[in-house]
RNA sequence: GCCCUCGUAGCUCAGGGGAUAGAGCAACUGCCUCCUAAGCAGUAGGUCGCAGGUUCGAAUCCUGCCGGGGGCACCA
């Protein structure tokens, strides 16, 4: 029921009648607002099928179309364009219908059952600000799916299966070689480690790089590797436990981003089907050897570049994280019956997700009608483009970020007259709020392919197209409502708009349906923040010129309730899909 | 060397083959006795990296070149 759909198809038909393609009558959004709100660009390669000028077959679909009422104007321009602009009563009829729709117009399309994967933390190590882009941009992608109508899952992925926990496993075995984890007879209860996430933390950086200078140590990590993977008991406790220390303070940071996941499966979770997996590949032909390791060869005939075969067993048959990537495929298309998987990963690793995916394909994990995307991003750089840093030199943690906007909102609240009498734990609950925002709203924003730079001082200033300015839009209706409720004041139907600026806030209220299509069509959450803050922008015009709880005329007064409602309804749903939510007030 | 990606206003970034390429910040000028000024209105700022091509029409699609970033099997 969205109003361009009802365009392009009074516009189709009139194609149609005309002897073309009912295609040709995709209206869209006027480019030139100041000839009309819509238009029809149809007529021009319409053209060039039907061997007739341009302007022609627009003055003919021009004549059709005005027999309809609804039109204010339809009119010819340049060389074939159409432009059109609605009856306010028409919009106002159409819009009202949004008003009564729980859905607010956006069709629930028949649902597929999508997995987002996303967030990607890493035992022993805390998530820092590179984590903060997977984990934003996937639980939007993942909302915005949900909203749509989709079956869907969204999994933190966590990388616990690889070299790094062999690595830790020497390094405690070096500092405490005592450890019953270690000794091979031991037979009981294994103790509780007191380590903390720090402690690991320390520890990882160490042992990495002892492993990278020296060929014994990286052969006691590897082999510590092995055999916890083949299932050494006292490695499988040590690491329990480290993942468990991981675990929680990995759950305590999203939780602060507001971020909830419905599966908390990681690399180990696929362990025991990666043996299976491989033999029945085996079986099918598809796994050879090369120099001791088992792969898949992937390569396809028009490859532009080399594409190296994908390795699924390395030659002391120990796993890497291809292995668990491509078991992993087969658990969510088997297991969890998903037919989608999005990927919402560093753009650094295409490559290995053009691999994977070509693995699956080839050995008929993921048949054709299963849709594996990348879902990739660029780097969040610092001032000398490079990624992120802190002054000095190491890697910004998650929780300092955070900490660091919440603590800017909380002095801009501070600075404001309004907020001097709230209560403390609803200033505390504001600053949260409006500091999420900035920081989720300044990273959607962008293009999650585009490389973008990490500004504090822009992410702390609140003003001009921020998260702040949206929940202060949303809050100044809450504002509105409740005066007006005070007032005795209510709701009524929208009456056809008397000022330009009401005129236009409805048009942009009437994209919503194609706005979160095409976000999510396109893997996109930047459209929906675009959309938001032309939205609040509209708003905000409206706002200075409509004083609405002075109106005098009671008809329009209870329309423009209704507007700002619907207006309210739209910024909430936008938000929550960005992730962020708005305080009732700032 | 090969592959991927980006190049748009002083800065940070949007932009769906369509007309006159947009926004925020920074700069300058106005607007709070009036529903929250985290706001609104206005001024100024551009050979869309360069060169070809496709097209009635290209910032957008294709090719080449230049520049930034990234990647190229037993790490993740």
Known sequence: MSLLNDLSRIFGIAFEQAGLDPAFGAVVVSQRPDLGQFQCNGALPAAKIAGRPPREIAQDIVDRVQRDGRFGAVSLAGPGFINISLTDDFLAGELQLVADDPRLGVPEIPASRVLVDYGGPNVAKEMHVGHLRATI???????????LGHDTLG??????WGTQMGMLIIEIARRDPELPFFDPDYVGAYPTLSLTLDDLEAMYPLVSARCAEDAEEAERARIATFELQQGRPGYRALWQQLHDISMAAHRRDFASLGVEFDLWNGESTVHDRIEPMIERLDRAGVVEESEGARVIGIDEPDDKGDMPPFLVAKSDGGFLYSTTDLATIEERVDDLRRQLLLYVVDARQSFHFEQVFR???????????????????????????KPFQTRKGGVLKLRDLISMVTEAAQIRLSEADIAQDYPDDERAEIARKVGLAALKFGDLSNHRTSNYLFDLDRFASFEGKTGPYLQYSAVRIKSIMRNAEEAGLSRG?????????ERNLMLVLARLPEVIERAFELR???HIAEYAYDLATQFNRFYEECHILREEDPARQASWLTLVDLTLKELILLLDLLGIEVPDRM
């Open 137 to 147: 941009i996937g639980d939007s992608l993942k909302r915005i799916a949900r909203f």
């Open 155 to 160: 999994d933190a992925h966590f990388g616990d």
């Open 359 to 385: 693995a699956a394909r080839r050995g008929g994990i993921a048949p054709v009608d299963i849709g594996l995307e990348h879902i990739k991003f660029g780097t969040m750089n610092g001032p000398d483009g």
């Open 493 to 501: 139907s929208l009456v056809p708009a008397g000022f330009e600026t």
């Open 524 to 526: 996109a959450p930047n």
